[in-house]
């Protein structure tokens, strides 16, 4: 297992080089000049050649790369121009956040999703099923900033529940964070809860039409245990690779519910890069993005083992053995 | 004479299909005593499984439905006990093994957690008691290395192993009865012959009742004391296995008895076979489900339904022409 896991990280210095050359040359290539749009309209030519000069951008690009792959090896990410701070620590400072948002989206849309799932597929063509796979349509098809949006409107103006923007504050109490964290999970909760709803059941259906949860039944197990047990274990690996996808997703690409909620997390900051041309930052951040990226399919891959026996990492040869 | 333990009375299960149900079990009659083994015969579609997962009650409602009879099992009505009462009853006094021992297993859980979890459902014992019960059961069947062996999943053992632990988890409880379905249909031949002569030392040794599906009449001879012989839903024809053998009374087990290949002949011969298809269980004819196929079928097998009745002392057969059949073998012999 360990040695699996030690290949599958060396596997990934390919896999991160491959980015950093995509990374580097659609920095590169985007419209817009860096320099004049931080110097503003007023700038003479000079000063944004001087500047051009000062940011390394008239150099070839190989030696541009070249330095850009060197401060990367040194796990450094360069400074951003337009906070001129270390583009690490406006990472650090703001990816918690989105960890955040995007475990508490996560949490709802497994306790939601899960339970519907496995009853959409135990009362398969029944009217809950009908219902609840129609809602898991619209709600995957459901555009996020409409839906953000709408639940700003109601929540928070028609019935001034809760807060639109920002995160609060932990000054202000654990609640103060809660209730600012409501809106946006729910907004980006949705496309996954309903993913997971449909997975669950397709997966579930498999399952409980084999052969050993008949076993079960004959075994005098009741319903309940025969399905929580023995069916949905088994249902859960395409369940947990469905969950690896949309967790990277959601660290990586909150932009959405970010910008819609004000939430101060890292979909922000790329964009508002993005906005300002600061291309250190975006290639920075993406970087981040995609090792995030590529660490949680790595985990995903590992916690396959754990719900499918079946499933080893080891080369150890022979299925069965014995008579 | 033993005790009665089973008496099937009249079965039939139905499957929704289209606007008429298909007749998978239609008026099945049979019993079986204590500490013996009736073997059901016939062919696929026959009705063997449905009639034993309408014994253990586990007929898929919707499109399933078992519409009447009655299954007195040690004095009671399975039919019409609850679900919570069945539930005792299943893997407990009634258990049962499958034809693939390859996807009968979890594959998720291991071999002793599958067999401890039945006897501490059933036998209200610890996790930790049943577990080691477990290991004995294992033991019982014959897996080498038992305590290591349980602690693996299905997919680290063998198709006989398996077979093995499933007849370890269905004995665990030492039921009253055991229905097996087909359960050497999978293996290799050699394995056969030890998952049954297994069976048979455990059946004396717990004294349990078995129920033997298969299609296989070698392994009815070898292992059955009484044969019911299913055809189209319907038995018919039902006796111990030497009379069913040595004087079958039925145009069907004649069939069936001379499809068997035969070594001792001196040429070489092709295999018989009966000619044409078991009838649309939706659609079944008027008389007799076998007449289509049958060489001495006359006017009356198509116009009216043979009924399972005595000819001779528990031989009970379904055809017009019992008598006369039983008649003229007298003579002959």
Redesign the interface.
């Given at each position: 297992m360990l040695k699996y896991i030690i290949k599958r990280i060396i596997g990934l210095i390919p896999v991160l080089f491959c980015v950093s050359v995509v990374v580097f040359v659609i920095t590169r290539v985007i419209p817009g000049d860096p320099a004049a749009v931080m110097l503003g309209p007023q700038a003479t030519n000079e000063a944004v050649e001087a500047l051009r000069i000062k940011l390394g951008l008239r150099d070839p690009l190989l030696v541009q790369y070249g330095r850009f792959l060197m401060q990367l090896l040194r796990g450094d990410l360069g400074t951003s121009i337009a906070y001129n701070q270390p583009v690490l620590d406006l990472i650090l400072d703001t990816f918690p956040n989105t960890v955040l948002l995007a475990a508490s989206s996560l949490l709802i849309a497994t306790i939601v999703a899960l339970p519907i799932g496995i009853l959409s597929a135990v009362k398969q063509y029944s009217i809950f099923d009908y219902l609840s796979m129609t809602f898991a349509l619209v709600g995957v098809s459901m555009p996020v900033y409409w839906l953000g949006l709408m639940l700003v409107l109601l929540f928070s103006i028609k019935l001034q529940l809760l807060p639109s923007i920002g995160m609060g504050s932990l000054s202000n109490g654990l609640g103060d964070i809660l209730s600012h964290l409501i809106l946006p999970s729910i907004a980006l909760a949705t496309i996954p809860m309903a993913n997971f709803a449909r997975i669950t059941r397709s997966s579930m259906l498999e399952v409980v039409r084999?052969?050993?949860i008949?076993?079960?039944?004959?075994?005098?197990?009741?319903e309940w245990k025969v399905i929580i047990k023995?069916s949905l274990?088994?249902a859960m690996v395409p369940l947990l690779t469905v969950m690896g996808m949309q967790i990277s997703m959601m660290l990586s690409g909150a932009v959405l519910t970010e910008t819609i909620f004000a939430w101060p997390g890292m979909g922000r900051l790329v964009v508002d890069a993005i906005e300002k041309r600061d291309f250190i930052m975006v290639q920075g951040s993406v970087m981040f993005l995609a090792f995030i990226f590529v660490f949680v399919n790595l985990c995903v891959d590992v916690l396959y083992v754990l719900?499918?026996?079946?499933i080893s990492y080891d080369n150890k040869g022979g299925?069965?053995?014995?008579? | 004479m033993s005790n009665e333990l089973l008496r099937v009375t009249d079965l039939r299960t139905y499957f929704a299909a289209g606007p008429d149900p298909a007749k998978a079990v239609d008026g099945v009659t049979f019993s079986l005593n204590e500490g013996e083994t009736l073997g059901i015969v016939g062919e696929s579609g026959s009705g063997k499984s449905v009639t034993a997962m309408s014994i253990?009650r586990?007929i898929p409602n919707p499109p399933g439905k078992i519409v009447s009879g009655e299954i007195i099992f040690s004095g009671k009505n399975l039919l019409q006990l609850s679900e919570a009462a069945m539930?005792?009853?299943?893997?407990?006094e009634i258990?049962?093994i499958?034809q693939?021992p390859m996807?009968?297993?979890?594959?998720?859980?291991t071999i002793g957690n599958q067999i401890a979890?039945?006897i501490e459902?059933?036998q209200k014992m610890t996790s930790k008691e049943a577990g080691k019960v477990a290991v004995e059961m294992l033991k019982m069947v014959g897996i080498?290395e038992a305590e290591e062996?349980a602690k693996q999943?299905p997919?680290?053992?063998?198709g006989?192993?398996r077979q093995r632990a499933?007849i370890a988890?269905a004995l665990s409880c030492k039921p009253k009865l055991l229905i097996a379905d087909e359960p050497t249909t999978a293996l290799d031949v050699t394995?056969q012959a030890q998952i049954l002569n297994l069976m048979k030392k455990l059946q004396k040794e717990l004294n349990t009742s078995i129920i033997m599906i298969t299609h296989d009449l070698g392994v009815v001879a070898e292992t059955c004391d009484y044969v019911a012989v299913m055809y189209a839903g319907r038995c018919v024809e039902y006796s111990d296995t030497v009379t069913l053998f040595d004087n079958p009374l039925h145009p069907y087990t004649w069939g069936l008895l001379a499809s068997q290949p035969n070594l001792d002949s001196k040429e070489k011969q092709k295999l018989k076979t009966i000619k044409g298809n078991p009838p649309d269980l939706r659609n079944l004819p008027l008389g007799c489900n076998f007449a289509e196929r049958c060489p001495h079928a006359q006017h009356i097998c198509f116009e009216k339904e043979p009924q399972l009745s005595e000819i001779e002392n528990n031989h009970l057969t379904a055809c017009h022409f019992s008598k006369e059949w039983l008649s003229s073998r007298g003579e002959v012999s």
């Open positions: 084999q052969d050993y008949r076993t079960a039944r004959a075994k005098g197990l009741s023995h274990k088994n719900v499918n026996p079946r299925d069965s053995s014995g008579a | 253990m586990l539930r005792r009853i299943r893997g407990n258990s049962m499958f693939d996807t009968a297993l979890n594959p998720s859980f979890e039945v459902l059933h080498p062996r999943y997919h680290q053992f063998s006989g192993m499933m988890m394995v």
